[in-house]
T-cell receptor, first 114, second 112 residues
Framework: DGGITQSPKYLFRKEGQNVTLSCEQN?????MYWYRQDPGQGLRLIYY???????QKGDIAEGYSVSREKKESFPLTVTSAQKNPTAFYLC?????????????FGPGTGLLVL | SQKIEQNSEALNIQEGKTATLTCNYT??????LQWYRQDPGRGPVFLLL???NEKEKRKERLKVTFDTTLKQSLFHITASQPADSATYLC???????????WGLGTSLAVNP
């Protein structure tokens, strides 16, 4: 079955440690996205990538880094520079068809930094 | 700046009634608008897309309207069921811009 996987579902880290969240898709989508979701704040775009080896900052990129070495994979690293890393992180992918963009989301990863 | 507003308060309705959710936007000219459903602790799931030149779209018990003059979309769920309880998000898109503009979502609770 085609889809997007994120792992792990929950992640615990100590403050000051970097952590990498995994996102893999087998939908053959060209674009991938990382969002952060906090209660009452909706989806906020962290980074997105339209093609392999290229990515752009979203609205809240500070303290995060990404790579896009393969079409299927778009890992997100939450660095120690991110002041409030505890949140629910969602990965999505999409393809542009007829000028229309519909995003498919993974199940999300809940990150708790103690 | 671009802004999307959805009903900020949770919507509670009785099973069997029609739920109507609102999405208003400003400072934007979307080429299309989408509605997604999100359950707690899970990723959003795409429901419907409506283009700027379409007035209404239907899918089973779901109906979306799009008024570009009022800058508003209405999302209707007819014959609502407790299983429809979730948060519903609207998102705007424009042409080849790969970034969607997201609303905060409206929480819907359908009571049996």
């Amino acid at each position: 079955d085609g889809g997007i996987t994120q792992s792990p579902k929950y992640l615990f880290r100590k403050e000051g440690q970097n952590v990498t969240l995994s996102c893999e898709q087998n939908l053959n989508h060209d674009a991938m996205y990382w969002y952060r979701q906090d209660p009452g704040q909706g989806l906020r775009l962290i980074y997105y990538s339209q093609i392999v080896n290229d990515f752009q900052k979203g609205d809240i990129a500070e303290g995060y880094s990404v790579s896009r070495e393969k079409k299927e994979s778009f890992p997100l690293t939450v660095t120690s520079a991110q002041k409030n890393p505890t949140a629910f992180y969602l990965c999505a992918s999409s393809t542009l068809a007829g000028g229309l963009e519909t995003q498919c989301f993974g199940p999300g990863t809940g990150l708790l930094v103690l | 700046s671009q802004k999307i507003e959805q009903n900020s308060e949770a919507l509670n309705i009785q099973e069997g009634k029609t739920a109507t959710l609102t999405c208003n936007y400003t400072n934007y000219s979307p080429a299309y608008l989408q509605w997604y459903r999100q359950d707690p602790g899970r990723g959003p799931v795409f429901l419907l897309l409506i283009r700027e030149n379409e007035k209404e779209k239907r899918k089973e018990r779901l109906k979306v309207t799009f008024d570009t003059t009022l800058k508003q979309s209405l999302f209707h769920i007819t014959a609502s069921q407790p299983a429809d309880s979730a948060t519903y998000l609207c998102a705007l898109g424009a042409g080849n811009n790969r970034k969607l503009i997201w609303g905060l979502g409206t929480s819907l609770a359908v009571n049996p």
